[in-house]
């Protein structure tokens, strides 16, 4: 059995976690690593609309898109019409409703995972009974950290509002108040690269700066739909607690989370916020990166997605998988009784 992974190839930091996402499943399901071939002409997205053929083979393809109206890519591969059994297509913005592709388009797409709650209901209009919700998650096994022996109390990393934006007053700021402060970390050119790079510096962090994108927009976020993204999952895998106005409105963030993962602000104020984290430093304790850790063992890791994504495949997990799976298992269950 073979189960193939088609993903886009995008160079930007903020695509590295789906890319790392990408070749961590290629290598766990035992397939290919495949790329999307380059938006289709208006002519060529109409052929391609055209049926593929359902064969009783050992093959499967797993397609990651960034936004819903990718699935033209997915849908120009050549080996879509005939070579796979079964095809799951994974969303990653499926808040993208505007770009929701028509029914005919998803057809004979077997399984349709979207990355929040809220976007289950806009895809089983059009792809009733295949949708499934997976949720943003995180290398937890392979690159998260469960350390207390942190040196940076306030890391800031990628989008910020105003206020949050200058490294230069905020750092100020922070030492007047007694804080630690770490500005946004270099960026690689190499998405591998700079993943392993951003995960070294959360390792070392107490708290992580992230905002909504509703309190914290920017020219390429949703102007009304609000969610969280990898910057929560990755901080938590590294044992830090998420500050900030946070993304309440995604029902991921009750889903995914739990008490202590983050501080939540009811204002940005730079002033005002700094304090409220003066404070919870104050209480902060090496379990909080302990309990942050273990929990992200337990429901943030990539690999509980992937199996459950095999599961509504109808697909059994392959060995490498399985294999992982039964040391995440291992590793919570034995981190917990460590820590308690």
């Not at 766990?28 to 002519?43: D, M, Y």
């Amino acid at each position: 059995m073979a189960v193939d992974v088609a993903f886009f190839f995008d160079r930007s930091p903020g695509w590295a976690p789906i890319t790392h996402l990408a070749h961590l499943a290629a290598r766990l399901l035992g397939g290919e690593l495949l790329f999307l071939p380059p938006v289709p002409s208006k002519w060529h997205k109409v052929i391609n609309l055209r049926r593929r053929s359902i064969r009783r083979s050992n093959d499967h393809l797993v397609g990651i898109i960034r936004n819903p109206q990718d699935i033209s890519q997915l849908r120009a591969m050549a080996q879509f019409k005939s070579r796979y059994e079964n095809i799951a297509v994974w969303i990653i913005d499926s808040f993208n409703h505007q770009w929701t592709p028509p029914a005919v388009s998803l057809r004979d797409i077997d399984i349709v995972a979207v990355m929040r709650p809220n976007d289950e209901a806009n895809f089983e209009k059009i792809a009733p009974r295949r949708v499934i919700v997976l949720g943003w998650g995180s290398d937890v096994l392979g690159f998260g950290s469960g350390t207390g022996d942190k040196s940076v109390d306030i890391l800031r990393l990628g989008r910020q509002p105003g206020e949050w934006n200058d490294d230069i007053i905020t750092a100020s700021l922070c030492r007047q108040a007694g804080l630690s402060f770490e500005g946004r970390p270099p960026l690689l050119d190499d998405p591998s690269e700079n993943q392993k790079s951003v995960m070294r510096v959360l390792a070392k962090s107490r708290y992580l700066i992230a905002h909504s994108n509703l309190a914290a927009p920017a020219p390429y976020t949703h102007r009304r739909e609000e969610y969280i993204t990898a910057r929560w999952t990755d901080a938590l895998a590294c044992g830090a607690v998420v500050a900030g106005v946070q993304p309440r409105s995604d029902r991921s963030f009750d889903r995914l989370l739990w008490s202590g993962a983050f501080l939540d602000f009811d204002r940005i104020d730079l002033k005002y916020n700094i304090a409220a984290l003066k404070e919870a430093r104050a209480a902060w304790r090496p379990e909080v990166a302990s309990l942050n850790y273990r929990n992200a063992l337990a429901k943030l890791d990539w690999r509980w997605r992937l199996r459950e994504l095999l599961n509504s495949m109808g697909i059994d997990v392959p060995p490498i998988l399985a294999k992982e799976l039964v040391e995440l298992s291992s590793h919570a269950n034995n981190w917990g009784s460590q820590t308690t």
